[in-house]
């Protein structure tokens, strides 16, 4: 059964097409062209049908230099079967399409990372006949986007940190400053965005705190002070909203909060200040710590 993770591992790329070519000039650093359009294309590469076979998500990008397909697929885990396929998915687009084929696996796992990235040879030893190098996106070479002014650079670029880095020790960091850099994007986004994130997501704990934080957003697209906050880009309203995240990060920890720690943070409103005691909430061990250093 295709579990919510596979899924939106790979989705996030039919959400936002561009963030897959990001993804290879800034995370692989490959000098993929820029791209001029997209389309997402059926994923059924089943011939004629006695084996149904089907990609995870399929685009056609058109560039100065040509059109070509990107072929993803999301891994879970060490598959033999599922690798021995991608020769067949790509020779097949190949000829289908008339384009290049460049396969993109996505995955959660350093170690599913390292078996996906091997070749793939086909043909005698040393003479191969069809070789297969797969483009790989994982924790070891995405970067943990946990400060908040570079998540909301390049939004989609942050929630691929957090859905690759969902099941590590690292993903609790990404969360909260990704929560307030999604504040920058549309609602529907947001939401979309928010649902993918949490379905990635290994750690109980860290899927609870996304979830508290996701309350924050959507009550800051749906609240009208909110609304009016958000478009006067107010300082004091941004202050207001980050304390309240910081004391409700601590709260759901489980931390006692004293009433000296609670009035410091909402008397607070030094928006670089929040920004490092709500950063802090995710680690310290008393509320106090918030203040140390």
Same mark, same amino acid.
């Given at each position: 059964?295709?579990?919510?993770? *596979?899924?939106?591992? *790979?989705?996030?790329?039919?959400k936002?097409?561009?963030?897959?070519?990001?993804?290879?000039?800034?995370?692989?650093?490959?000098?993929?062209?820029?791209?001029?359009?997209?389309?997402?294309?059926?994923?059924?590469?089943?011939?004629?049908?006695?084996?149904?076979?089907?990609?995870?998500?399929?685009?056609?990008?058109?560039?100065?230099?040509?059109?070509?397909?990107?072929?993803?697929?999301?891994?879970?885990?060490?598959?033999?079967? +599922?690798?021995?396929?991608?020769?067949?998915?790509?020779?097949?687009?190949?000829? +289908?399409? /008339?384009?290049?084929?460049?396969?993109?696996?996505?995955?959660?796992?350093?170690?599913?990372?390292?078996?996906?990235?091997?070749?793939?040879?086909?043909?005698?030893?040393?003479?191969d006949?069809?070789?297969?190098?797969?483009?790989?996106?994982?924790?070891?070479?995405?970067?943990?986007?946990?400060?908040?002014?570079?998540? !909301?650079?390049?939004?989609?670029?942050?929630?691929?940190?957090?859905?690759?880095h969902?099941?590590?020790? +690292?993903?609790?960091?990404?969360?909260?400053?990704?929560?307030?850099?999604? /504040?920058?994007?549309?609602?529907?986004?947001?939401?979309?965005?928010?649902?993918?994130?949490?379905?990635?997501?290994?750690?109980?704990?860290a899927?609870d705190?996304w979830?508290?934080?996701?309350?924050?957003?959507?009550?800051?697209f749906?609240?009208?002070?909110?609304? +009016?906050?958000?478009?006067?880009?107010?300082?004091?309203?941004?202050?207001?909203?980050?304390?309240?995240?910081?004391?409700q990060?601590? !709260?759901?920890?489980?931390?006692?909060?004293?009433?000296?720690?609670?009035?410091?943070?909402?008397?607070c409103?030094?928006?670089?200040?929040?920004?490092?005691w709500?950063?802090?909430?995710?680690?310290?061990? /008393?509320?106090?710590?918030?203040?140390?250093?």
């Amino acid at each position: 059964m295709v579990s919510a993770s *596979h899924e939106a591992l *790979h989705w996030v790329f039919q959400k936002d097409p561009a963030l897959l070519t990001r993804a290879f000039q800034k995370v692989l650093r490959v000098p993929f062209p820029e791209p001029r359009d997209f389309a997402v294309l059926n994923t059924d590469v089943t011939e004629i049908e006695p084996v149904e076979r089907r990609v995870d998500t399929l685009m056609r990008v058109e560039t100065d230099e040509g059109a070509y397909l990107l072929v993803v697929e999301a891994q879970g885990k060490k598959d033999d079967d +599922k690798r021995a396929s991608w020769p067949y998915y790509l020779s097949y687009l190949y000829a +289908k399409y /008339r384009c290049e084929p460049v396969l993109v696996v996505i995955t959660q796992s350093s170690a599913t990372a390292r078996w996906a990235a091997e070749p793939i040879r086909r043909g005698l030893p040393g003479w191969d006949s069809l070789t297969v190098r797969p483009l790989v996106i994982g924790p070891d070479n995405v970067p943990v986007i946990a400060n908040e002014r570079e998540a !909301e650079r390049d939004v989609p670029l942050a929630v691929l940190s957090a859905m690759t880095h969902g099941r590590g020790v +690292k993903a609790a960091a990404i969360l909260e400053p990704l929560a307030f850099a999604l /504040r920058t994007v549309d609602g529907e986004s947001a939401a979309v965005f928010g649902q993918l994130i949490e379905s990635c997501l290994g750690d109980p704990e860290a899927r609870d705190l996304w979830r508290e934080l996701m309350s924050e957003i959507r009550y800051f697209f749906n609240n009208p002070v909110a609304e +009016k906050v958000r478009e006067e880009g107010r300082e004091e309203g941004r202050a207001e909203d980050r304390s309240e995240i910081t004391l409700q990060i601590l !709260e759901w920890r489980g931390i006692p909060v004293s009433s000296a720690v609670r009035e410091r943070v909402l008397a607070c409103t030094d928006l670089e200040q929040l920004k490092i005691w709500s950063q802090r909430a995710i680690q310290v061990a /008393r509320a106090e710590d918030l203040f140390s250093g």
